[in-house]
């Protein structure tokens, strides 16, 4: 067998994109089959049970637990504020007493007459999920959320850092082979994502992030770069919840890398176009994408068509891309394609690959960890 189809990164003029937007846990679904949206809309809600706070009362008054039922103040679902009278206890007649006010705003969760515990239970806390992006709701799932179809161009990326944003696209590198450096910062991009070339530096980072940048969309960053931004290592498992000021995605990987052609041009085409981002990454179980999407108005333009990506057949001289570690983001060449099944270090025995990487090393790796690329 010596060739074979592997998938790659999707980077596409016009497709359609269908995003599912669910709650963490089950609420209310706010719009409807057929509901216009935009990326900010709220499309479902629901509360998160606030925390427990224990009083101990018993302690606090000085009395034994079950002497506590009749100097109760409050019961079982009354709502309480802070530094309200929660029991109170008198002594010799009246002339001592003691008592315990609620430390917390609340509702009265539990009594226990066994322990003299009493528990006040915070304020629920919000949680919404927004549309991310401009589209029409295509399905809504009950009690947890909405799919949004929109129809533009995507582009994946193979890493990236940062939450979702939305910002219009800026292409700040003359071109996919330049490094962007803080000179080519325009002054007036607040609100922006920008889009460089093959690589940059913190001190870039930093006047971007300074002028109200929201995104960097870039082909390839040091490692040690992107640890200084992020001030600590990171794994690639799972991101996307980092608390940065530029969600940063990287189309190529790691190192000087400069961009795709085609993923550089037509970002040209769609600058100024307003999209919507999202650093998270998964590369295990369930991959997920970084992505850049860029909506188109409904009715704009022609007809949609199929996504395009850097999916092929896979054979000798193929460029390739390695999606695991430990050559994660590593590019290479396919020099060799056995036919028969080899044995991993987990005992499994699958197809696999040898490639040249871009430094020389000819690796053996399996045929799924790796996709094909385009120049």
Not at 297 to 314: C, D, M, N, R
């Amino acid at each position: 067998m010596g060739t074979a189809y592997t998938p790659g990164l999707t980077v596409s003029a016009r497709t359609v994109i269908a995003k599912t937007r669910r709650l963490p846990i089950k609420g209310k679904v706010l719009v409807e089959v057929g509901d216009e949206v935009q990326p900010a809309d709220a499309v479902a809600r629901a509360e998160l049970p606030g925390d427990i706070e224990t009083q101990r009362l018993a302690e606090a008054l000085g009395v034994e637990p079950s002497e506590l039922t009749n100097k109760l103040r409050v019961k079982e679902g009354d709502t309480v504020e802070e530094n309200q009278l929660l029991a109170e206890a008198r002594f010799f007649f009246g002339l001592f007493r003691s008592s315990a006010r609620a430390t917390t705003s609340g509702k009265v969760d539990f009594f226990s007459a066994v322990t003299g515990h009493l528990g006040i239970r915070k304020a629920p806390t919000p949680v919404e999920v927004n549309a991310y992006v401009s589209g029409r709701i295509k399905e809504v799932l009950p009690e947890e959320g909405v799919v949004v179809e929109t129809t533009g161009a995507m582009v994946q990326g193979i890493f990236g850092v940062g939450p979702e944003r939305t910002g219009r696209i800026m292409v700040a590198a003359k071109s996919p082979g330049e490094a962007l450096r803080p000179g080519d910062v325009p002054p007036d991009c607040k609100g922006a994502v920008l889009v460089g070339g093959s690589g940059t530096d913190m001190e870039t980072l930093r006047v971007a992030a300074d002028r109200g940048a929201v995104g960097l969309v870039i082909g390839g960053m040091a490692d040690a770069v992107l640890t200084e931004y992020l001030g600590r290592r990171i794994g690639v498992a799972v991101t996307g919840n980092e608390k940065v000021p530029l969600t940063v995605i990287l189309t190529e990987g790691f190192g000087h890398m400069p961009m795709a052609n085609r993923t550089f041009e037509l970002f040209t085409r769609l600058s100024a176009r307003e999209c919507s981002l999202s650093g998270a990454t998964q590369i295990r179980a369930g991959v997920q994408r970084p992505e850049v999407i860029a909506p188109i108005k409904f009715g704009e333009g022609e007809e949609v068509g199929q996504a395009a990506s850097g999916g092929g057949l896979l054979e000798e001289g193929t460029p390739v891309r390695v999606i695991r570690v430990p050559y994660f983001g590593q590019l290479g060449e396919v020099v060799e394609l056995p036919a028969e099944l080899q044995e991993m270090e987990s005992g499994t025995r699958v197809r696999v690959l040898k490639a040249r990487l871009a430094g020389g090393e000819v690796v053996t790796v399996p045929r799924a960890n790796v996709e094909i690329i385009e120049t």
